[in-house]
């Protein structure tokens, strides 16, 4: 374990404090402002304050009406606008304002968080895990953001597990394919990178090129996919010997599996017509376990007007996985708990939605909605920042294992206090930060389910553990 016990807590957040300053700066922002157009002339609201109102004020800003938010402005800006006064300032200029301002601090987020020791730093440097979020939004959005057969927007993110960076995030169409974007962001990769991928975004030619890229895939497969053995034909001369390629039965090697059991092929070819080398793991679930998934697709079948094969719902038992990582590298068991680690991405979005409300907005125009979406997405990139600074900062210093989600939900207490702290000066940035990190010391800590490992216990990472377990 890193010793940090030696600096104090003002050193450790002088980063964050000069990061959270440049991007709030006020003289960043009224340039921004001018050049985005949303600023022509000067006004009763500056550029600072409308920022203020949009993210740090912006606490169910979705749901609220003008009326209301011009009473927030009031109460802690000290500016007095009418409702139409408001609406008329969220226009075209106002959405490239916070939309710069937000792209601009996706590329400033703090890059000398070290990370974590853990079990596989040998071979990884990153863990990137992609997933999106989407949801549905108000009527008068027709025309500007298209979904299936309603209006819909669809947030794709990719972040980094070990030091919580936001890699990419794009707002797209809630009808784009998650495919097509796993295709853009593959150009990032990096050497030693681990990227877990689930269906929605499965391609051979993106874990081919992540291969090349001398990086580590994990992905899901879909149990459609043509699985393939390769044997040889006996001829007599190996230069014109060719290969034969075998299909594999996944239900007669299911059959003779038990439940929670898993098997290994440590070389298989994938698909139909070019035959993709990779390593196969498969995994059959709990006998509860497939009841519940069958459940599922059978809620999504009358939904959805879906119909899933007999072979489907057949194979419905297993998690089928493949991997290029060397059975040397890593177990199959270990497999299946790094894949595991996925699910820290519907945790965060979970914060999103529960704690930040990004997915709710009454009718509203479109200009609106858009500096509700960025408002909220800079919020979250601002709480992001600080919950994962601290969770490193009280491993090495404190040996513990913050929850993610406790820790933006205490941020997000603290909005206020900490926007007062950037925009007025009101006490130094370091000092709502100690506050901050503090409470998450005390009452952050991740609790631990019995028999359940958390995201240090996947990635062998020493640590105290709460005593207390969660029922």
């Not at 809630?174 to 150009?187: F, I, K, L, W």
């Amino acid at each position: 374990m890193l010793n940090m016990n030696k600096t104090s807590f003002h050193d450790e957040f002088q980063i964050l404090s000069k990061t959270l300053s440049h991007i709030f700066s006020a003289e960043y922002l009224e340039q921004t402002a001018r050049d985005t157009g949303f600023v022509q002339r000067e006004g009763k609201l500056k550029a600072k304050d409308f920022l203020s109102l949009c993210t740090f004020l912006g606490d169910h800003s979705g749901q609220k009406t003008l009326n209301q938010l011009c009473s927030t402005l009031d109460s802690y800006r000290d500016i007095n606008l009418s409702a139409e006064g408001l609406n008329q300032r969220f226009n075209e200029g106002a959405v490239a304002f916070i939309k710069k301002v937000f792209t601009d601090s996706l590329s400033r987020q703090i890059g000398e968080c070290l990370g974590f020791s853990h079990a596989f730093d040998q071979y990884f440097d990153r863990i990137r895990i992609l997933d999106s979020s989407g949801f549905r939004l108000p009527d008068t959005c027709h025309g500007h953001y298209k979904g299936s057969s309603e209006p819909g927007v669809k947030i794709q993110l990719e972040y980094e597990l070990l030091k919580g960076n936001f890699i990419h995030l794009e707002v797209q169409d809630g009808r784009e394919s998650d495919q097509t974007y796993g295709h853009a962001v593959v150009n990032t990769v990096e050497p030693r990178d681990l990227c877990l991928r689930d269906l929605g975004y499965f391609s051979f030619k993106d874990l081919e090129r992540i291969k090349v890229k001398g990086a580590y895939y994990i992905s899901r497969l879909h149990e459609k996919s043509a699985i393939y053995v390769k044997k040889d034909e006996g001829n007599t001369s190996k230069l014109t010997r060719k290969p034969v390629y075998v299909r594999v039965d996944l239900e007669k090697i299911m059959d003779q599996m038990k439940f929670g059991e898993m098997f290994e092929m440590e070389e298989v070819y994938v698909g139909y017509d070019q035959k993709f080398p990779t390593r196969l793991i498969l995994c059959k679930l709990t006998e509860d376990q497939t009841k519940q998934r069958l459940l599922m697709r059978e809620k999504k079948e009358k939904k959805k007007g879906v119909k899933y094969s007999h072979q489907t719902k057949r194979l419905s038992a297993l998690n089928i996985y493949i991997t290029n990582i060397p059975e040397e590298f890593i177990t199959k068991q270990e497999v299946h708990e790094l894949y595991s680690l996925r699910w820290q991405i519907e945790i965060l979005f979970k914060t999103w939605k529960s704690l930040f409300n990004i997915h709710r907005m009454k009718k509203m125009k479109p200009e609106r909605v858009e500096c509700h979406l960025y408002g909220t997405l800079l919020s979250l990139l601002v709480a992001s920042m600080i919950t994962f600074q601290i969770r490193f900062i009280l491993y090495h210093k404190r040996g513990k294992e913050t929850s993610e989600f406790k820790g933006m939900s205490i941020v997000k207490e603290y909005f206020t206090k900490l926007h007062y702290a950037i925009f007025d000066r009101s006490s130094p940035i370091p000092s709502v930060i100690t506050s901050i990190y503090r409470s998450i010391e005390k009452n952050g800590q991740k609790c631990h389910r019995y028999r359940k490992k958390t995201v240090f216990d996947i990635l062998g990472i020493e640590y105290k553990k709460n005593c207390r377990y969660a029922s």
